[in-house]
Structures are given as structure tokens and as C-alpha cells.
Nanobody, 127 residues
Framework: EVQLVESGGGLVQAGGSLRLSCAAS????????IGWFRQAPGKEREGVAG????????IYGDSVKGRFTISTDNAKNTVYLQMNNLKPEDTAVYSC????????????????????WGQGTQVTVSS
């Protein structure tokens, strides 16, 4: 059984930083990769970052490029999302998601490509 558990969310002032963690069980990032998504109230789910299985290439949403970094610790089976220079518009519930098959890097921002989802962690950025 695949389980994804996010942590690290919270309240931060604009310009601050947070690091989210997603601990996985029953799933290996090396196999199919993993992604981070976010959803703000009244908005559609948005792909934030993804890391592909095998070669570890990364992809980011346009709104977070240069500010967010996705990384993995395979020994801990954990994926991280380092978020710097946070803005109020980054406020959302952030979730990690794992696919059930290989997803091309340029499709990792599509939520329907993912089969397993964590419960999410709230990030609130105050102005």
C-alpha cells in the first residue's frame, strides 16, 4: 500500500521560507518520480514541481521557478519542496503525489497522471 505523508506547512511572512516534506511508504521515487501540487480556495489544482524517476530531472510551474526547489532523499524515501521568497499568492494546501507509471517530464504538472495523493499541508503566507 502506498502512503504519502506531508509535513512542514505553516504560517510565514512574505519573503520567508518553508521546507515541505513528503514521506513515502510502499513507493520508490526512483521508479516513477513524484510531484508537488497546490490548491488554493476557489482555484484549480496547480502543478508546482516534479522530479522524474531514474534520471531525477526536475520541472517547475512558471509561478514558482527560481524560488522553489524539489529534491529527494532516497535513503529516507522522502521528497522535499524548499520554498523561498514566499508570496501571499503561494498560500494553498500543498500535496505530494505519486504516479502508478512513468510520467514524461513535460506532463508531470498534470494532476490526472497521478494515482496516489497525500493528505496535504497548509501553507499560509501573510503580507
Amino acid at each position: 500500500e502506498v502512503q504519502l505523508v506531508e509535513s512542514g506547512g505553516g504560517l510565514v511572512q512574505a519573503g520567508g521560507s518553508l521546507r515541505l516534506s513528503c514521506a513515502a511508504s510502499g513507493f520508490r521515487f526512483d521508479d516513477y518520480g513524484i510531484g508537488w501540487f497546490r490548491q488554493a480556495p476557489g482555484k484549480e489544482r496547480e502543478g508546482v514541481a516534479g522530479i522524474s524517476g531514474g534520471d531525477g530531472r526536475t520541472i517547475y510551474g512558471d509561478s514558482v521557478k527560481g524560488r522553489f526547489t524539489i529534491s529527494t532523499d532516497n535513503a529516507k524515501n522522502t521528497v522535499y519542496l524548499q520554498m523561498n521568497n514566499l508570496k501571499p499568492e503561494d498560500t494553498a494546501v500543498y500535496s505530494c503525489a505519486a504516479p502508478a507509471a512513468v510520467v514524461p517530464l513535460n506532463e508531470m504538472g498534470n494532476s490526472y497522471k497521478y494515482h496516489y495523493w497525500g493528505q496535504g499541508t497548509q501553507v499560509t503566507v501573510s503580507s
